[in-house]
T-cell receptor
Framework: GENVEQHPSTLSVQEGDSAVIKCTYS??????FPWYKQELGKGPQLIIDIRSNVGEKKDQRIAVTLNKTAKHFSLHITETQPEDSAVYFC?????????FGKGTRLHILP | NAGVTQTPKFQVLKTGQSMTLQCAQDMNHEYMSWYRQDPGMGLRLIHY???????DQGEVPNGYNVSRSTTEDFPLRLLSAAPSQTSVYFC????????????????FGPGTRLLVL
C-alpha cells in the first residue's frame, strides 16, 4: 500500500523567510497530492493540492511542486507570517485511499 | 450547511466498554473516512467508504467497525475499548474524483477526543 514520508517533523523560520516541507510517496499509481493545515484544536483544512499531470501550482504565498519520476513533492511558503504557525500534512491519494504523512510543526519566529 | 459534524466532542471510557462515534455530513459527499491522530504519528486511516453500502479497511482497522447505511452518516464503533485506542478521531468527507476515489478536497469534522482508562 501507499506510504508517505514527510520531513522535517519540526521547522522554525524567521518571520518573512521561506519555509519548505518535503514529502515522498511509494505508490507510483498515486495521482492526487493535497496539503492540509491544522491549527490547534481543529480539524485539518486543505490549503493547496496538485494532480499528477501538473508539475507546479501556486496560490499567493503558497506553492507546491511535484516530481513524479522521483516520487516526491514539496510545499513552499514564502514571506511567512505569524498565522502560518501550525501543523502541515502532506498526503497522497491512490487505490481509493488518502494516506497522510506524519506532519510538520511549523513555528514562525518573531 | 453544517458541513461535517462529530459527536461526542470528548469521551472517557473504561477498558472493555463499547461505544459509537457519530459522523454526519450534509454535503451529499460520496466518500467518507475515519482517521485517528496520535502525537508523532500523523493521521492514520482506520476505515473508509466510497458510497452507501460500501466500506473498506484502512491502515489501522483492528478494533473498529463501520457501516454506511446512508450517504449522510458514517458511524465508527469501538467494540471493546483498549487504552491503545486513546486518541483524537477525525471524520472526513468529499466528493468522489473521476475514478471514484477521494481525489477531491477532504472536509474534516472537529474531532472526538477519546480517553480509555
Amino acid at each position: 500500500g501507499e506510504n508517505v514520508e514527510q520531513h522535517p517533523s519540526t521547522l522554525s523560520v524567521q518571520e518573512g523567510d521561506s519555509a519548505v516541507i518535503k514529502c515522498t510517496y511509494s505508490d507510483s499509481a498515486s495521482n492526487y497530492f493535497p496539503w492540509y493545515k491544522q491549527e490547534l484544536g481543529k480539524g485539518p483544512q486543505l490549503i493547496i493540492d496538485i494532480r499528477s499531470n501538473v508539475g507546479e501550482k501556486k496560490d499567493q504565498r503558497i506553492a507546491v511542486t511535484l516530481n513524479k519520476t522521483a516520487k516526491h513533492f514539496s510545499l513552499h511558503i514564502t514571506e511567512t507570517q505569524p498565522e502560518d504557525s501550525a501543523v502541515y500534512f502532506c498526503a497522497a491519494s491512490g487505490d481509493d485511499k488518502i494516506i497522510f504523512g506524519k506532519g510538520t510543526r511549523l513555528h514562525i519566529l518573531p | 450547511n453544517a458541513g461535517v459534524t462529530q459527536t461526542p466532542k470528548f469521551q472517557v471510557l473504561k477498558t472493555g466498554q463499547s461505544m459509537t462515534l457519530q459522523c454526519a455530513q450534509d454535503m451529499n459527499h460520496e466518500y467518507m473516512s475515519w482517521y485517528r491522530q496520535d502525537p508523532g504519528m500523523g493521521l492514520r486511516l482506520i476505515h473508509y467508504s466510497v458510497g452507501a453500502g460500501i466500506t473498506d479497511q484502512g491502515e489501522v482497522p483492528n478494533g473498529y467497525n463501520v457501516s454506511r447505511s446512508t450517504t449522510e452518516d458514517f458511524p465508527l464503533r469501538l467494540l471493546s475499548a483498549a487504552p491503545s485506542q486513546t486518541s483524537v478521531y477525525f471524520c472526513a468527507s468529499s466528493y468522489s474524483g473521476t475514478s471514484g476515489g477521494p481525489e477531491e478536497t477532504q472536509y474534516f469534522g472537529p474531532g472526538t477526543r477519546l480517553l480509555v482508562l
